[in-house]
């Protein structure tokens, strides 16, 4: 290992020509769901994303063999983990890319670090992996809970939605999300005038959307993701308190959420997001041919794996090996990024890639001119706002 | 019929002999935490199998005591900072204490509804593994240190550990298969067997149905605590109602009450799983099939295909 | 605003008939198992899944034929039904001469078939079902807001589990059932067609569930794992009420969703539980269920 590292530093001093004429072996895992609640959101569109990243650094032109493999963690942190341990220790993966489920992200950090590869996480929403649990090889990419809360969040409060309930899954993910937006709110001038634990997953929010109905708070906040969010969308919208004038708040929600559950019922809401396939040319460009491939438009998460992917690619090449996972991961902290969908990222001390993020609203029916034309930009939120600011201890680049 | 009450037939010292060789080259060749996995799913299917297979007791609720037992487990090496074999313990004797709880509740019912009583305790302790404080809810118990093994021998590498691992798996389903072919055992097959004979022979049925739940609960949770060690982890997986379901697969694939049957399900499984992970949701209908399959024509699975051609009880 | 102990009693109110259109599922779900179980012998733990096939056969009559949501109340219990024979036939009738736990294990695993079948297909994130027009909309009770659809679920499945339990309990047909429950080879000697009477009995059963899943289809996303964590509470549901007592299984079920309501007030973590609770406590004092005869 230690002769590797040597000589992997060698070659970072010699630049990227030796490493051409040498040519430097990449393995990449994407580890993600593909069979349960985030199959949608990441599953095999982040694997293409993947694989579009690849193409679009001309890897192959300058000297460096991408090899791409994937497989399904359930959601479930051992499983996440043993897969992890094996892709180490056996096939020799350098990187492990999306895992999404905060659970499972966390349990990967931590033999990433100990592995020495690099985790470039997109699809989980823990602050932890930069914060409680941070690593010096994490890269934590797309957005977190804290993000969220500070754009729907803040948006919502601002507009006038003072009082705020919440609906918070009754788990890790769920009651760090309304911390978050907790926090925010009241930052904001709101207070929050009641919560209630739902038992993740559930069907039936009915009973839970009475008891925010009765609490006469302006916003109801959804501190849940997935297809538990849209069920209680559904349902607020049967039980007309929507039309009653309580606004919902979802914090965790994705495009593939929005298209599941159409304009009709989604309309209206605000959502933070880091990328809306709508944006630019840039975006649009990208996304055709993501949908050209995948059948679907791509979400944030998907969206981050991709520029994520280009990123470590820079940095690999730049230190001439992917053997070394902190060596890549302090490079990546050194560098400065820019692609067609996140524009300029730089990545933070503690591993928390900054760059903006919008607040949009779902388009109304009428105004929605296609199956996927779902959001109004309503604006943006720079990074250094948007994120939480880095915490000494966790600050990589000064140990 | 075994008619054996002591010693061990010749031809079941000659396997287990083997498949100890097996087990402790095995690491050398194959990855050594994949082993470890399979090791620690066939102690718990042995475990289940004695009360399935020799106690004639569906239990669907096994999921309990292996994962309370990793979370204690789990607690007590990352928290207390007790060695492996201290945490490992204390696993096994909480897994010995709920089995105690809710066994002496249950084997008052019998078929279905001992099924169901199981099923619903193994829910609440579920529900407690996502509510109390010190289980991470979601997130379950993550980072477990490897600590040294009675505070000397490093466990940090895999070998070691994977050593340690084999001596407690190993050792559990010697003492299941000691404990099938005692006179308790017997007592046990008589029960299974006819239920009221027993009682008119004066045995009180009911005090060893009690006594077979909890040895089986005890084994699941040790095999749950030392899992917890090998993968540094405990999580709700662990305690879902779909891993009583998975041990009650390996078992039924591999054989009710045999010897052998319960390892070979676990390793298939297992195996099954890892190497097919790829391939997402199918995994899911794989197992299906292999339920159905295995209810509809492979009744006494595979070991008992086996023990059957040979005319030998595997 | 929120007070805490002295809860209004409007919003009391309002949640106890929530918890009676929850119940309406639970009653309709419960009750295929029970008639099943009665019969058969077989704890079918398919149910969920085969409950999750009717809204997904709901979905597809809408988005591949068109058929809209009256025919598919009709149609999805009917193809549930005759997929339900077909497994019936192929597999669960091999296994009537062996241990229950056999037919637990084999729908089990057929559960696992059918829900990662579809969850291949069809993605996990749901598909949308709209409400019918004719029921979109509500009312205004005075303590909630009733949308008409759900006022409708409670109306749908009282009328099926009453119409069930009448022609069970009132009928030659139903007497015929209930005489092959108790003795099969008597009444297969009677002439009566034992084999043809348990099939259709499965199939009965598979189409309730399937009745349910169309119901469920508008209020919940249309999605492959609606069913799966469903299965075990529609169980609990059965077995407190009594293993193969149809007016057991109706009522329980109500019962259980009002009980269920309840907890959601005062406790909503332990809403999901409150129903094993229940059904640990009933099995230890009256084995045989609320309803059960004594076996």
Known sequence: ?399 | MVPETTGMPKLHMAIFAILFVFLVALPFFVYPIFAMKVMCFALFAAALNLLLGFGGLLSFGHAAYFGGASYVAAHAAKVWGLTPELAVLCGTAAAAFLGLVIGSLAVRRQGIYFAMVTLAFAQMVYFLALQLPFTGGEDGIQSVPRNPLFGVFSMETNIPLYFFVLAVTFGGILFIYRIVHSPFGQVLKAIRENEPRAISLGYDVNRYKLMVFVLSATFAGLAGATKSQVFQLASLTDVHWSMSGEVVLMTLLGGMGTIFGPLAGAAIVVTMQNYLATFGAWVTVIQGVIFVLGVLLFREGLIGVLARWFKRPL | ?295
């Open chain 1, 1 to 399: 290992m230690l002769r590797k590292i040597a000589f992997g530093t060698v070659l970072g001093a010699l630049g990227a020509t030796t490493a051409l004429a040498q040519g430097i072996d990449v393995k990449l895992g994407v580890l993600n769901d593909r069979s349960g609640v985030y199959a949608d959101l990441s599953g095999e569109g982040s694997v293409v994303a993947a694989r579009m990243a690849v193409e679009d650094f001309k890897a192959a032109d300058k000297g460096l063999n991408v090899e791409i493999i994937s497989a399904d963690h359930q959601n479930k942190p051992d499983i996440g983990s043993n897969i992890a341990r094996q892709w180490y220790d056996q096939d020799g993966v350098n990187a492990i890319l999306d895992v999404p489920t905060s659970s499972v992200a966390l349990a990967v950090a931590d033999i990433t670090a100990e592995k020495n590869g690099v985790l470039i996480d997109s699809g989980a929403g823990s602050t932890a992996l930069t914060r409680e649990q941070c690593r010096p090889t994490t890269i934590h990419w797309t957005y977190d809970t804290a993000a969220l809360a500070t754009g729907t969040g803040a948006a919502m409060t601002n507009a006038g939605g003072k009082k705020w309930f919440f609906l918070t899954a009754d788990y890790a993910f769920g009651h760090s999300l309304e911390e978050n937006t907790a926090a925010v709110v009241k930052e904001n001038g709101g207070e929050v005038v009641g919560q209630v634990n739902v038992p993740f997953p559930a069907q039936d929010f009915s009973s839970f959307l009475l008891q925010a109905q009765g609490s006469g708070a302006d916003v109801i906040g959804l501190a849940n993701a997935g297809g538990d969010t849209v069920n209680a969308i559904k349902q607020a919208s049967e039980f007309g308190i929507t039309q009653a004038g309580q606004k919902l708040a979802a914090l965790l929600f994705f495009v593939t959420d929005v298209h599941a559950l159409g304009a009709q019922t989604a309309q209206g809401l605000s959502l933070t997001e880091a990328f809306y396939w709508d944006q630019n040319d840039g975006t649009r460009e990208w996304s055709k041919r993501f949908f050209d491939t995948h059948g679907a438009q791509p979400t944030m998460v998907q969206a981050g794996v991709y520029s994520g992917t280009m990123a470590y690619l820079a940095a690999v090449e730049a230190v001439g090996s992917a053997e070394d996972g902190k060596a890549v991961a302090a490079k990546m902290k050194e560098m400065e990024f820019e692609d067609a969908l996140f524009g300029k990222v730089k990545v933070r001390g503690d591993g928390r890639a900054l760059h903006d993020m919008y607040l949009f609203e779902v388009k109304s029916p009428d105004q929605s001119e296609g199956e996927w034309d779902l959001y109004n930009e309503i604006s943006k939120i720079s990074g250094e706002e948007a994120f939480l600011p880095m915490l000494d201890e966790c600050d990589f680049t000064k140990m």
């Open chain 3, 1 to 295: 605003m929120f007070e805490l102990l002295g809860i209004p009693p409007q919003v009391l109110l309002g949640q106890l008939l929530l918890g009676l259109i929850n119940g309406s599922f639970y009653a309709v779900l419960s009750l295929g198992l029970a008639v099943i179980f009665g019969l058969l012998n077989i704890i079918n733990f398919a149910h969920g899944a085969l409950y999750m096939m009717g809204a997904f056969v709901a979905w597809m009559l809408l988005n591949y034929l068109g058929i809209g949501y009256w025919w598919a109340l009709i149609l999805a219990p009917l193809i549930t039904g005759a997929f339900g024979i077909l497994l019936e036939r192929t597999m669960l009738s091999r296994l009537y001469h062996l241990d229950h736990l056999y037919g637990l294990l084999l729908t089990f695993g057929l559960a696992l078939i059918i829900q990662g079948l579809f969850r291949n297909y069809y993605g996990i994130s749901g598909l949308p079902y709209r409400i019918p027009d004719l029921l979109s909309g509500g009312n205004n009770l005075g303590f909630m807001f009733l949308p008409n659809y759900r006022a409708w679920v409670v109306v749908a499945s009282a009328a099926i589990c009453f119409g069930t339990w009448f022609m069970i309990e009132k009928t030659r047909l139903g007497a015929y059932l209930r005489a092959a429950t108790e003795n099969p080879v008597l009444v297969g000697a009677f002439g009566i067609n034992v084999p043809l009477l348990i099939m259709l009995t499965y199939g009965f059963g598979v189409a309730l569930a399937g009745f349910a899943g169309v119901l469920a289809a508008p209020i919940y996303s249309v999605n492959p794992n609606m069913g799966a964590d469903l299965i075990i509470v529609v169980f609990a549901v059965v077995v407190i009420g009594g293993m193969g007592s149809i007016m057991g299984a109706i009522l329980t079920g109500y019962m259980l969703g009002l009980v269920e309501g309840l907890t959601r007030v005062f406790y909503p973590e332990g809403s999901a539980v409150v129903i094993f609770v229940i059904m640990a406590i009933v099995l230890l004092i009256k084995p045989e269920g609320l309803f059960g005869r004594a076996a």
